[in-house]
């Protein structure tokens, strides 16, 4: 298992002995948990998480979104409990945008924590709808089927994004997407995280997807579940389509499907 050293510096997220029984510790979703993501405030960071079906991938995202307490162990956000004030945006697989609203209030509800005026909130919405690629669709309600599932996630990361959120939290995004949105959704937010300068924290089944996003990957192993491998991806920040064609992308990938073999076999 990894070992992580504590070393007090700048941590944006510790998740620190985590176990979790939903029978009264009889059995362990997750047991020894642990994980450490350093805190890099001037570029941000894009993590995902890989790990078989029901190891506890969704369960550790609720804990970081303050959505669900662990059986045992600590949640900490820059090393002190989370608090409401804490910027944690959380992306559903299932579309997280509001219905009633168009996608243009969908957008600019990101800012309204902020006390924008409402001019200018739709000004900076605006910007963020462009940079979503979806011009033209403001004023439609985000909704199926006004809005495809692929328009619908863009809504919601455009959303996101424009609240500025420190820690950002997708869970599965791009999931129930067909192939080429769903690519096209890889590279649309593969453009565009590095301009916020947020943790993201990316879960996904998919290989591929996870090299191209990532810095860091982390792998659990089915449960009892904890950490067992992590690779750092160094690959170019600024990646596109024909990263995926280069030898080095392509020997990521494989290595992270042996590396996954591995970890599957773990008890
Ligand atoms: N309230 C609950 N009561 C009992 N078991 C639960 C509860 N919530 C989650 N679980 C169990 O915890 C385990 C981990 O669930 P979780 O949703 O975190 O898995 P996951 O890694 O996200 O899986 P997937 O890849 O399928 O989304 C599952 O076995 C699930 O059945
Ligand atoms: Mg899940």
Same mark, same amino acid.
């Given at each position: ?10 941590? /944006? /997220? ?9 029978? *009264? ?30 190891? *506890? ?16 162990? @600590? ?14 945006? $959380? ?23 902020? *006390? ?41 990361? *455009? ?97 992270? @499907?042996?590396? $996954? ?7």
């Amino acid at each position: 298992m990894i070992k992580f050293e504590d070393t007090h510096l700048n941590n /944006i /997220i510790e998740l620190k002995n985590i176990s979790q029984s939903y029978d *009264g510790g009889k059995s362990f979703i997750l047991k020894d948990f642990n994980l450490i993501i350093e805190d890099k405030p001037a570029q941000g960071q894009f993590v995902v998480i890989l790990g078989m079906s029901g190891c *506890g991938k969704s369960t550790i995202l609720r804990y970081i979104a303050g959505l669900q307490q662990p059986t045992s162990g @600590e949640i900490k956000i820059h090393d002190r409990a989370r608090v409401e004030k804490d910027r944690v945006g $959380m992306i559903f697989q299932q579309y997280s945008s509001l219905p009633w609203m168009t996608v243009l209030e969908n957008v600019a509800m990101g800012l309204e924590y902020k *006390g924008m005026e409402k001019k200018e909130r739709e000004v900076k919405a605006l910007e963020m709808i462009e940079l979503v690629g979806l011009s033209g669709h403001e004023k439609k309600y985000a909704q199926y089927p006004t809005l495809s599932g692929g328009q619908l996630q863009r809504v919601a990361i *455009g959303r996101s994004l424009l609240s500025n959120p420190e820690i950002l939290l997708m869970d599965e995004p791009f999931g129930a997407l067909d192939i080429k949105t769903r690519l096209q959704m890889q590279e649309m937010l593969e453009n565009i995280w590095h301009k916020f300068n947020s943790t993201i924290i990316f879960v996904t089944h998919d290989i591929s997807e996870a090299v191209f996003l990532a810095d860091d990957i982390y792998i659990m192993k089915a449960a009892p579940s904890c950490i067992a491998d992590h690779i750092a991806v160094d690959l170019p920040l600024q990646r596109d389509r024909n990263t995926k064609r280069e030898a080095k992308f392509l020997s990521l990938v494989q290595e992270v @499907e042996d590396r $996954m073999m591995k970890v599957s076999e773990l008890r």
